[in-house]
């Protein structure tokens, strides 16, 4: 059963037709009827629970308490909303697999120093990142000057950096990284198998700048994803900050599983 708050101040809603369809509560959120008549945009019976909800993260109903297959728009989840439908394993998932939460948009353009500089940060909502879901976070990396210096650049959950590293050697001048991050519990994650340089190569658990490292990546520790947000930031350092300076591009971060 879902309960809105404070139903004595909630008000009904109703369709072109004039049929009921659900309720807007007290705090904001609708509470809607999951019927064929009210699914605007979808054909034929939406499957799983009663209720479709649409509404902010933070008042989610519990994936625990309702059937899975019942099926939520989330408006502050991802650039545009994100449409979530729950699973067996009692959790959100994004329908279709796969949702984007963050997109940078513009360049992040370096500073000539050798002092660490934090290019995107993103804060992952609490209990958003179900078990054995899979971040996959994407950008691009140039240094835009002269081939004189090395460029570091680290993803970071929590303040902590995710191995492997990543350092571009000073002839490196571009590179296309993607790295697929699992949950592993809800205070640990790791790197899977992934190309740390796309434009270097495929290597498996990739290291520097596309080459192969023959260790799989560590688990990075992270306060409880179920009770907290966690920042992910992604930073760059120079070598030595001199003429050579490095820019990023096109820093994305999905939800798979």
């Known amino acids: 059963m879902l309960t809105v708050p404070n139903q004595s101040n909630s008000v009904i809603l109703y369709n072109a037709a004039g049929q009921p369809i659900g309720i807007r509560g007290s705090d904001g959120n609708e509470y809607l009827i999951q019927t064929t008549a009210n699914s605007q ?9 009663a209720v479709i909800f649409n509404g902010l993260w933070a008042n989610r109903p519990s994936a625990a308490l309702v059937p899975a297959g019942t099926m939520a728009f989330f408006t502050d989840i991802g ?14 998932h994004p329908i279709g697999g796969r949702a984007l939460l963050y997109n940078g948009g513009a360049d992040f353009a370096m500073a000539a120093t050798s002092v660490e500089q934090t290019a995107y940060t993103y804060t ?23 081939a004189t210096d090395t460029l570091t650049h680290a993803l970071k ?26 949950r592993v519990s809800s205070t ?22 596309g080459s192969i490292s023959q260790t799989r990546p560590a688990l990075t520790t992270v306060t409880d ?4 947000s966690n920042a992910i930031i992604l930073t760059g350092k120079m070598g030595t900050g001199g003429a050579d300076v490095g820019n990023f591009s096109g820093f994305t971060i999905e939800l798979i599983g």
């Not at 078990?131 to 002269?146: F, H, Q, R």
């Not at 995710?162 to 002839?171: C, K």
């Not at 640990?188 to 700048?209: D, E, K, R």
């Not at 994803?225 to 907290?228: G, Q």
Request: net charge positive; aromatic share 8%; proline share 8%.
């Open 79 to 92: 650039p545009a909303g994100t449409m979530m439908r729950t699973a067996s394993d009692s959790a959100w």
């Open 124 to 146: 992952l909502p609490a209990g958003l990142w179900f078990p054995n879901g899979i971040l996959l976070v994407s950008y691009g990396v140039e240094k835009t000057v002269a």
């Open 225 to 228: 994803l179920d009770a907290n």
């Open 188 to 209: 640990s994650v790791q790197q899977i198998g992934a190309a740390a340089n796309l434009s270097a190569g495929i290597a498996p658990y990739g290291g520097n700048g």
């Open 41 to 49: 945009n979808y054909t034929g019976t939406l499957p799983g629970a």
């Open 157 to 182: 959950i929590g303040g902590t950096a995710i191995p492997p590293s990543n350092t571009m050697a000073t002839t490196t001048l571009t590179g296309g990284f993607q790295r697929p991050i699992r």
